[in-house]
């Protein structure tokens, strides 16, 4: 079954998480992906890296089903190679600021003028219009300006999250962005200029906080891992490791006290309901860490499953590659890359279609592994390639 977006060309010029991402994305729901790179391949490559020469963890996962092609857009030979790429393109992906498009020549006019109907999906850290727009960012400073850094972990001790959720929230809404440009496209067969940026994406898990905040000046502090829209809503130790459980609503609350034994609680105006169970949570979760500590893992998700109450294990890294469920749904894919020593496991597509699924259909490329493939393939021949290369322009 060919791929939804077979046919369809994109130009990957995205560094580390955000442009590769999206660009990543595309190429599983079957688009063309070239990532265009520098000579001798980016910093990127060498994130978490595998081996001692060869790519990194971070780049493995967000390069399968792409070639790549390098070259050096500063000199005037470089950018009309580019100029040629994008005249065969449908979409190109880039993640720098405005005034760094520009000076090479991948804003949208510029683009425009090359292909008219162009889709250039553009990812910053702040987005366009304001004093901000063209600083350099990563994730942890879009995470930690929502307003979400400063609620987790302990007053006086704001927590960023590991994992660059911010980064990959604003690759899936540039996506989803692409992929409704695409549709207009081909209504009206006119491009147009998609923007993501980190700090809007940071913003959408803090919507609610943000408008409660407006509106009644709630001026919330962190509660750790205690929630604050229910209880118990916690993470608790066990026997042999840690889970956490989620009660919200008084549905859950009732199965949970009458589990605990704890009957009286149904009608003590502490717990009547979510409000006054946050209120209240610090008991409610101490009753639980009491029951947990009792118990091992199993006999705790095991007896809460059999509750109708929703709960699961703090997993390690390799406790979720080892993970039963994970391993029956298939979520990861191995794929071998020379000179790496093992199997890689790559998340698949996430997201599940019942016709077109996403798929990884090849490795990540290695560095201007297509370069001559793709040159000759926009005309230019095998004699001026070696020239390119000898000029260092490819």
């Excluded at 916690?234 to 609503?249: A, L």
């Excluded at 071998?336 to 496991?345: D, F, K, L, N, T």
């Amino acid at each position: 079954m060919p791929g939804v977006l077979e046919g369809v060309r994109v130009l990957d010029f995205g560094r580390y998480i955000a442009g590769p991402y999206c660009a990543c994305l595309l190429g599983d729901m079957g688009a063309e992906v070239i990532r265009v790179e520098r000579i001798g391949g980016g910093e990127d490559r060498y994130v978490l890296p595998l081996s001692d020469t060869e790519g990194g963890a971070m780049f493995l996962s967000l390069n399968r089903n792409k070639k790549s092609i390098t070259l050096d857009p500063t000199t005037p030979e470089g950018r009309r190679l580019v100029e040629k790429l994008v005249a065969t393109a449908d979409i190109v992906v880039v993640n720098l600021p405005p005034q760094a498009l520009e000076s090479m020549g991948l804003d949208y006019a510029s683009l425009c003028r090359i292909k008219p109907d162009i889709i250039l999906t553009s990812l910053n850290a702040f987005g366009s219009g304001g004093p901000w727009s063209n600083r350099l960012g990563f994730d942890g400073i879009a995470q930690a300006m929502s307003g979400l850094v400063y609620m987790t972990g302990h007053e006086g001790d704001p927590q960023k999250a590991y994992g660059p959720w911010a980064d990959f929230s604003a690759a899936t809404f540039a996506a989803f962005g692409t992929l409704s440009a695409l549709l207009w496209k081909r209504q009206t067969g006119q491009g147009q200029h998609v923007e993501g940026a980190l700090l809007m994406a940071a913003l959408v898990p803090a919507v609610g906080l943000l408008s409660e905040q407006a509106v009644t000046q709630a001026n919330r502090t962190p509660t750790a891992n205690r929630s604050q829209t229910g209880a118990p809503a916690d993470m608790f130790r066990t026997k042999d490791g840690w889970v956490i459980v989620q009660v919200v609503s008084n549905a859950l609350y009732k199965r949970w006290a009458r589990l605990m034994g704890e009957a009286m609680w149904l009608t003590d105006e502490r717990f009547k309901d979510d409000a006054a169970r946050v209120v209240n949570s610090e008991t409610i979760s101490e009753r639980m860490a009491r029951w947990c500590a009792e118990r091992s893992n199993s006999e705790v998700l095991e007896t809460l499953e059999k509750a109708g109450i929703p709960a699961g294990p703090v997993l390690k890294p390799q406790e979720v590659l080892d993970h039963e469920h994970l391993k029956a749904i298939g979520a990861f894919k191995e794929i071998s890359y020379p000179g790496i020593p093992a199997p890689v496991p790559l998340l698949s597509t996430p997201v599940s279609l019942s016709v077109t699924p996403g798929t990884i259909r090849s490795a990540p490329p290695q560095i201007g592994e297509h370069t001559d493939a793709i040159l000759a393939e926009i005309g230019v021949d095998a004699e001026e390639i070696s020239r390119l290369r000898s000029a260092g322009t490819i």
